[in-house]
């Protein structure tokens, strides 16, 4: 059995997760998730994008949404709305039971990482599932109105803010989660999914150690493109890549993986590209990446495997 880590964030990354574990076994995939853009929300620790990955693969995720939970309802916010808090960020009932478990263990001293291989266990997700930190990493963008939290930017102002840099508060002080680094080491394939780099990669590589763990690695390194024909499938990495002075395209995505990654997948839409990404040095493999559609996840993750493992 092949042994496959994926450093990951959120949407993109939860599926393309789901296509490696439809295509290889949960058993063979460990996940090395963004806590960047964790948060407070009436003093509940929330984890977006690792909770993303675990609703995506227990079968629970809003997949229209893209987060929360599936025939949800939202009965705590609208009394939490009228006694006065605020509720832009929106927690959905069922998802809510989660919070509450997760922050009470917290308080009790179980670590991040401790938490999610208990919730990962007790909603029969089989996949390794680990934060890239148990201490707290925060995703900063200076905007021109000054800089904001991701929520604030992302969902509060509709990430309609350009963004002019990035920075990970508390990254520099963070430790790796107890395994991540084993994990990317002793890997068959690392993957770097089809996620934000900036957003969702890049706090992952900004904790001490992670970054080089996958550069030292004697085996591959492959990215995802996270762009078919210089468009994100959701969100705003296309103009991130714009207000940050890089080329936005599969191009400029696989410029930021340079030294890091071996190969890049490309989407056939981006074919052309290919030679260009060969002359980062980059081996390109063109195959599939959309992987929207539950059903398509995982015959676009076995070629994504075949194309990759020898790779
Ligand atoms: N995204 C929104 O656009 N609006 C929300 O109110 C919102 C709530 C939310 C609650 C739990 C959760 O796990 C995710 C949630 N998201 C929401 C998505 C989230 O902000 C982002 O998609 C990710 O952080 C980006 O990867």
Redesign the pocket.
Known sequence: MARLTVLC???GGSRFADALVRAAGADAVTVVG?VG?DLEVHGLH????L??VLYTLAGLLDEER???VRDETYNARETAGRLGAET????GDR?LGLHLVRTELLRAGVPLSAVFARLAERLGVGIRLLPASDEPVRTMLTTPDGELD??TW??RRRHADDVLAVRYEGAAEARPAPGALEAIAEADVCFLAPS?PF??IGPILAVPGVADAVAERAGPVVAVSPLVAGKALR?PLARMLETLGHDSSALGVARLYEGLASAFVLDPADTGLAPAVEALGLEAVVTPVVIVDPAVRGEVGRAILDATVRA
């Open positions: 964030g959120g949407l963004n853009d929330v984890s977006p994008d909770d993303t893209g987060w929360g832009w960020f929106t927690l998802d991701f929520q992302f969902v934000n957003v969702s969100g």
